[in-house]
């Protein structure tokens, strides 16, 4: 059983993933997209990007729930 500071390169990169996805999610929703992505915000600031990041966070939370939940699931 490893503990989170004996992760190693690929757990720190697995932890960093989610993270970095919402928070370009946060970006493209507050900037409209425009500064993450070169296409036309839209009125709504829930457009392509900002829910392809937020999809892509969703995706990327498995670690941090194997994380939360405790060395018995690993």
């Known amino acids: 059983m490893r503990e989170a500071g004996a ?3 690929a757990g720190w990169l697995g932890l ?17 997209g425009g500064m993450v992505c070169s296409a036309m915000p839209g009125d709504f600031p829930l457009d392509g990007m900002t829910m392809m990041y937020l999809l892509m966070s969703a995706f990327h939370l498995p670690p941090w729930l194997r994380l939360l939940a405790g060395p018995a699931t690993r």
């Not at 960093?16 to 409209?32: D, E, I, K, N």
Request: without cysteine; glycine residues 10%.
């Open 7 to 9: 992760l190693g390169a």
């Open 16 to 32: 960093a993933a989610a993270p970095t996805f919402a928070a370009m999610a946060l970006v493209s929703a507050v900037t409209g």
